[in-house]
């Protein structure tokens, strides 16, 4: 396991872009695959993306993939989403993620989870 911190949340107004980043601690990093959902209000926690820890491989969901970018410098135990052109409906609070003995598209597959940041975008 480890302990994750997201950031870079904020106010933006649609089009814009926005880059959050999310520090793990312990030196395991590297064996672990990460992830990005994000939760609205009234929603269930979602799947953006993910980065596979060897590969390298990411997978993104259906609406995020032209939009968002997921990356991660294993020197910093860092992952980023670079979001780009974000529209109203990006709105909430963004969770990094994760697990170092698989990955999933449901939040249920994850057993790490950072506390979130807040990405608020105005029409």
């Known amino acids: 396991q480890v302990q994750l911190v997201e950031s870079g949340g904020g106010l933006v107004h649609a089009g814009g872009s926005l880059m959050l980043s999310c520090v793990a601690s312990?030196?395991?990093?590297?064996?672990?695959?990460l992830a990005w959902f994000r939760q609205a209000p009234g929603k269930e926690r979602e799947f953006v993306t993910t980065i596979i820890r060897n590969s390298g491989a990411t997978y993104y969901g259906e609406y995020m993939k032209h939009r968002f970018t997921i990356s991660r410098d294993n020197a910093k135990n860092t992952v980023y989403l670079q979001m780009a052109n974000l529209k109203p409906d990006d709105t909430a609070v963004y969770y990094c993620?994760?697990?170092?003995?698989?990955?999933?598209?449901?939040?249920?597959?994850?057993?790490?989870w950072g506390q979130g940041t807040r990405v608020t975008v105005s029409s």
């Open positions: 312990g030196r395991t990093f590297t064996q672990f695959n």
């Open positions: 993620a994760g697990d170092d003995s698989g990955w999933g598209r449901r939040a249920a597959d994850w057993y790490c």
